[in-house]
């Protein structure tokens, strides 16, 4: 199977058993899954789209890519036009198979990443590098550069002007960017910008991918709904791969997608949510004696007290709170961890009376 690695999460479950030992049970901030319910125009969405016999289209409705890219325009300032929208059903498996429908050879993703852009490049057989100065690269051809702003697991933002030297060096190369911005209505400290803005692509799609994703905007984990955009040649060409292959979203999933893209307050009510949990754990994080780098936006603290990672993980996991080691993401992590801000209020205000 392509040299696959174990999957990392495995090594976390006998940190997980010492936390559940605790008096007052677990307390998850591992997985970065919604706990949140679903909102009720999005579930009624679902149910009333229920008697859906047919096959539903790999493109999706029209009313699915409008309603895509009339939330660009509106928060985040992108224009594209709805043919160019392509749903996904959820983006870790768009990630995982981008580059064998490119039939990429070498792929480039950032040094501190989600492990699945290295899975997908050894799914297409391709060389895989890690790297985050572009420039270190050389002269070496590459087909395919992963960028992901705000990143996972460490929340940091890459700025306008960084995005547009990946873009110029991917173009001159002829390789195709793809930008994964599950995170991008999550900024804190700092806005992060899509890689089709203007002030980025400087008015041209071409060669540029935006993968978007619901399972945080709108807790949508479940439901698998995400959605790719950008150039449309190779909207158009990955669409027709993914017709020969039967990649094709539920419609009811369709027109619950559709009605979360066309509703902004959900989205803004769950944000807030996320926001007041990063507030109460943050500090009580740092007074504890961790340091917190980055995290300036998304759903992650990065954070080190200086020891390896999978020792920070055990002194958690004796207060019964289980965190990702950051090895998981990439050698670079080795002394950091992640913490999620994905728990219920109770459980995050568990963590914090154990921190104090």
């Not at 679902?46 to 409705?61: D, Q």
């Not at 870790?92 to 290295?118: C, I, N, Q």
């Not at 978007?212 to 959605?227: E, M, T």
């Not at 603290?301 to 993401?329: H, K, M, T």
Request: aromatic share 6%; charged share 25%.
């Amino acid at each position: 199977m392509k040299n696959l690695p174990d999957f990392p999460w495995d090594r976390l479950e006998p940190y997980k058993e010492r936390a559940r030992a605790h008096p007052d049970g677990i307390v998850d901030l591992s997985v970065g899954t919604p706990v949140d319910p679903v909102p009720g125009l999005i579930q009624d969405a679902l149910v009333e789209a229920a008697n859906s016999p047919g096959y539903p289209l790999t493109h999706g409705t029209k009313a699915l890519r409008e309603a895509a890219a009339g939330w660009l325009r509106r928060r985040q300032g992108v224009i594209v036009e709805q043919q160019d929208v392509l749903p996904v059903i959820g983006s870790k498996e768009f990630v995982a198979w981008l580059p064998s429908y490119l039939g990429a050879k070498r792929v480039v993703f950032p040094e501190l990443a989600y492990p699945t852009y290295d899975v997908g490049a050894r799914l297409a057989g391709a060389a895989a590098t890690a790297a985050d100065g572009l420039l270190a690269l050389g002269p070496q051809h590459v087909d395919l550069v992963w960028v992901n702003s705000p990143g996972n697991p460490t929340g940091k933002v890459l700025p306008a002007e960084h995005l547009r030297k990946v873009v110029a060096w991917a173009r001159e190369r002829g390789a195709v960017v793809a930008s994964d911005e599950c995170y991008i209505e999550l900024g804190w400290e700092e806005r992060p910008i899509s890689i089709l803005h203007p002030d980025v692509c400087e008015g041209s799609h071409d060669n540029l991918l935006a993968l978007h994703s619901l399972s945080k905007r709108s807790n949508l984990a479940g439901y698998r709904a995400g959605f790719v955009t950008g150039d449309p040649v190779l909207v158009k060409r990955l669409l027709e791969i993914r017709k020969h292959a039967g990649m094709l979203m539920p419609g009811p999933v369709q027109a619950a997608m559709t009605a979360a893209l066309g509703d902004d307050r959900h989205a803004d009510e769950q944000r807030e949510v996320y926001a007041a949990r990063r507030a109460a754990l943050r500090p009580v994080l740092e007074r504890a004696g961790w340091r917190i780098d980055h995290s300036t936006a998304g759903l992650y603290l990065w954070a080190s007290d200086g020891r390896s990672a999978w020792d920070q993980v055990s002194r958690l996991a004796e207060l019964g709170i289980l965190v990702a080691p950051g090895e998981f993401y990439g050698p670079a992590g080795e002394r950091h961890i992640r913490v999620a801000l994905t728990a219920t209020d109770e459980r995050v205000g568990a963590a914090v009376r154990r921190l104090q």
